[in-house]
């Protein structure tokens, strides 16, 4: 039985392909032997600046092969690893630094700049140049020790959430959920040592958790795609066919940018036979396009929250589907079960519509020094009254057709898919409420157009430019308002809340 994730380095690549590219990114590459060495030394100078275990090491590093050997040194010391968007807004990021409160910060000597001017203390930085200098050493007898006190239910890593207080969330993924993950998605998919596979996801978004360990347990290469080639759809592809990639997992606004400058045409690189794709809602007009380009290809759908080890159902595109017709969510992952509730805590029926949770070891350990919010949303079954069985209530409405397919409605609250990330509409208006002039305002999501849409009120004239700026000091570019609209006064419903009924439906009748 695989205890901790590190097993599949260990017990996998390391006897098998030592010498085997592992990872490349746009300036260097290391095989599975150097990634071992370069994270043991990382894990042995962590060590020196802490004796803690089962406690969050911070990263600060943009998604590169050094990211990774720092993840992986974390875990060789048995604690857990935090990566942060070094885009991140100060404000943001001393706000998940001080939810952290960790002991090690590993960064580099081109971002320490960045940590030092949140008077971060320079004792608790470390530098990832460190780990492979040429002098750098390990002490395998202190990490084997470590290791061999890991159990599969103490955390593996935390990623944060969008919070609708402003405040991010931390959520705390455990080697048991990763390991049943990744165990589930090798064999559904058939990954092999001889996969390339294109990483998309930033290090902070749990979709990077299939790339990096399907490639750790299988012996396959990843390569980690520039940022910058997202924005330029012929570029990506290019990329895609320089380094004959043949799997990746994207969100479907990346592909539907492919498909919306018709680039396929001209450039479908022969390589690719695997198509996975999360994040958000993925267009059928998008999928159909790619599946005319790669008749043969897999095409595969998956959903779940952060909150869940990165997906809890998965869809295997196995049938045509019209441009119209909307396509499932699909079935649970394996060790997995989703339950569709109603208002009543029953089951649904055929094609009615529920909140999708979800039960199995799968879930989050909670939210990293935030009990009450956990308590708030991993509850007890109302289906099991007999011992105590946590599921997590997602928020998102779904039904189950005649076929027995889930299909996803929409979310019950604010929350929203934007760009491949989950955001709270909340940390928006919060952002939008800290811009001076703004005296009330809402934020509502135009699920056609994909934009996010800022309704204000002010006295001044506030130009968009100005206001952007000025949140940009509190969120990410990626949450930033696109559409802006100054009313004189907010819609109010009868009992003296904002009436966002109404105001999407102005944005639908624009």
């Known amino acids: 039985m695989q205890i901790n994730v590190l097993d599949y380095l260990e017990k996998g690549p390391l006897l098998k392909c030592g010498d085997k590219l592992a990872i490349r990114d746009s300036s260097r590459g290391v095989t599975f032997g150097e990634l071992e060495r370069f994270a043991k030394n990382c894990a042995t100078l962590i060590l020196k600046k802490t004796t803690a275990i089962n406690q969050p090491v911070a990263v600060f590093l943009p998604k590169s092969v050094e990211a990774i050997i720092a993840d992986l040194g974390i875990l060789y010391t048995g604690n857990c690893y935090a990566n942060l968007d070094i885009k991140s807004p100060p404000q943001r990021l001393q706000s998940m630094l001080q939810n952290l409160n960790a002991g090690v910060i590993i960064t580099s000597l081109s971002h320490a700049g960045a940590l030092r001017a949140l ?15 040429p002098e750098a050493f390990y002490d395998n007898m202190q990490l084997l020790a470590r290791s061999k006190s890991v159990i599969d239910t103490d955390p593996v890593y935390i990623i944060y959430t969008s919070g609708s207080t402003g405040i991010p969330k931390g959520v705390v993924i455990s080697h048991r959920g990763v390991i049943d993950y ?3 998605a090798r064999d559904c998919y058939q990954i092999s040592e001889s996969e390339v596979i294109g990483n998309q996801a930033p290090f902070f978004f749990d979709n990077s958790t299939l790339d990096i360990y399907l490639c750790l347990s299988c012996g396959a290469t990843l390569v980690l795609i520039p940022e910058e080639n997202f924005g330029y759809p012929l570029k990506l592809m290019q990329f895609v066919d320089q380094m004959g990639i043949t ?3 994207w969100v479907p606004s990346v592909m539907t940018n492919v498909a919306n400058f018709k680039i396929l045409d001209s450039l479908a690189p022969p390589s690719i036979r695997k198509i996975l794709f999360a994040g958000e809602v993925m267009p059928t007009r ?8 790669y008749p043969n290809a897999l095409f595969s759908n998956l959903y779940g929250p952060t909150e869940i080890t990165v997906d809890c159902t998965y869809y295997i595109v196995d049938r045509d589907f019209h441009d119209e017709e909307p396509l499932p969510i699909g079935f649970p992952c394996r060790n997995t079960d989703i339950l569709i509730l109603n208002e009543k805590n029953e089951r649904v029926k055929t094609d009615e519509p529920g909140e999708l949770c979800v039960r199995g070891s799968s879930l989050a350990l909670g939210y990293w020094n935030n009990p009450e919010k956990t308590a708030s949303v991993f509850l007890q079954n109302p289906l099991n009254p007999h011992y105590p069985e946590l599921i997590y209530r997602t928020g998102d409405l779904v039904s189950r057709n005649a076929r027995g397919e889930i299909l996803f409605i929409g979310r019950k609250d604010f929350q929203i898919k934007h760009l491949g990330y989950r955001i709270e509409l909340g940390e928006i208006e919060h952002a939008a409420f800290q811009v001076d002039g703004i005296h009330n305002g809402c934020v509502i999501y135009n699920q056609d157009k994909k934009e996010i849409a800022l309704f204000f009120e ?3 004239d506030l130009s968009p430019t100005l206001i952007r700026e000025s949140m940009l000091a509190h969120i990410p570019k990626y949450m930033l308002p696109t559409s802006f609209r ?11 809340k904002i009436d966002r009924q109404k105001l999407t439906s102005n944005l639908k009748t624009d």
């Open 119 to 133: 008077n971060i203390p320079e004792d608790h930085l470390l530098l990832v140049e460190e780990a492979i200098a």
């Open 182 to 184: 990744i165990d589930w």
């Open 247 to 249: 799997t990746f997992f």
């Open 286 to 293: 998008t999928l159909n396009y790619w599946r005319g380009k």
């Open 458 to 460: 002010s006295d001044r």
């Open 486 to 496: 100054r009313l004189d006064k907010i819609p109010l419903t009868a009992n003296g």
